[in-house]
């Protein structure tokens, strides 16, 4: 008696099987692996289970769950006082870290959060390749390929995120969450998510505007909306929205000047002050109503772009403009904003 699936392939009648049978996001990343330098061929070594592009000498190294290829040093992650902190607790409250954060936090994260919901939910992840590009510990659904620059037990793909070991035009769709302002280079990043997404491939990216120097582990710049759609002027733009508003905008800055000013310039009682201010944080919860208000934007925490690679990439004989979306973004009541 023939099994369900030989009886599929002898059968001409019968619905064709689908592209990929399921598999593991990390089995999914290993049929994408390239060499993040030259976009050539990773092959697969025979005795270590890894990768390596000859010609350039780059190694992936698989550890269960989890491929390596490039990422931070330990180096990296001493940089910065709060980034040790930050570390410390992203190891042991793993995915309840985010959550922990949004109690505490100054930024009010609730329509962030809805929003990353509603485009995971636009795309058939069972058959649709769709990576979170910084996740750090978080993962936001179990078929999501979960990238980051440090090896938390729920990353996929330990690497560096302007350089990524991807083939081209491989990804569904790309999640970036409060990661382009940890980058040194966000153009040079913008353009690896335009180069990994298929025609047609869409990037859902949250960048913050006014938030307090965070190092995790560097924090390099801020973005206005203007300068979030010149980042994404390769691609389509689907939408523009606040993605935590001005409340949260004014609350980190707030607590950051109030633990200054009350530490006396004793940075020992800055450190100490800085988590006492957190108790003014549920003033964060007004951006419920606030983030409407249509000078809102002008003190934004941050943005929410969604944009889409264009099919028909640009003809550089006629230089003609990449086909538009239509553009949905909050008023700011700033002529050219
Ligand atoms: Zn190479």
């Given at each position: ?145 979960c990238c980051d620059g440090m090896n938390y037990d729920s990353v996929n793909l330990v690497t560096d995120l302007e350089r990524l070991p991807l083939r081209s035009e491989s990804l569904d769709g790309v999640i970036s969450v409060a990661v382009l302002e940890h980058v040194t280079d966000p153009r040079a990043h913008a353009a690896e998510m335009f180069r ?142």
């Open positions: 008696m023939l099994s369900m699936a030989t009886a599929a392939l002898a059968s001409p009648h019968l619905a064709p099987l689908p592209p990929f049978l399921p598999r593991t996001p990390t089995e999914h990343l290993a049929a994408q692996l390239c060499c993040p330098q030259c976009h050539g061929e990773m092959r697969e070594l025979a005795d270590s289970g890894g990768w390596q592009c000859y010609p350039c000498g780059v190694t992936a190294a698989r550890h269960g769950e989890q491929i390596r290829c490039g990422g931070f040093t330990a180096g990296d992650v001493k940089s910065d006082w709060l980034n040790r902190v930050k570390e410390s607790a992203k190891r042991i409250l793993g995915s309840k870290y985010q959550w922990a954060i949004d109690q505490i936090s100054p930024v009010y994260t609730g329509f962030l959060g809805r929003r990353i919901k509603s485009y995971l939910k636009s795309f058939a992840l069972d058959r649709e390749l769709v990576a979170d590009l910084g996740s750090g510990p978080l993962r936001h659904d179990p078929r999501v390929i990994v997404l298929k025609p047609g491939g869409r990037v859902l990216c949250f960048i913050p505007f006014l938030q307090g120097y965070h190092a995790s582990p560097y924090d390099y710049q801020r973005f206005t909306i203007s300068g979030m759609r010149q980042l994404f002027d390769k691609f389509e733009i689907v939408a523009v929205e606040p993605g935590a508003g001005p409340t949260s905008g004014l609350l980190w800055i707030f607590q950051e000047w109030l633990a200054m000013v009350l530490s006396l310039g004793i940075r020992p009682l800055y450190k100490l002050l800085m988590p006492l201010t957190y108790v003014l944080s549920p003033l964060k919860y007004l951006d419920v109503a606030l983030r409407h208000h249509p000078a809102a934007a002008n003190i934004d925490s941050g943005f929410v772009i969604e944009a889409r690679k264009p099919v028909a990439e640009l003809d550089s004989e006629t230089m003609l403009p990449f086909p538009r979306g239509r553009i949905r973004s909050c008023s700011t009541g700033v002529p050219g904003a």
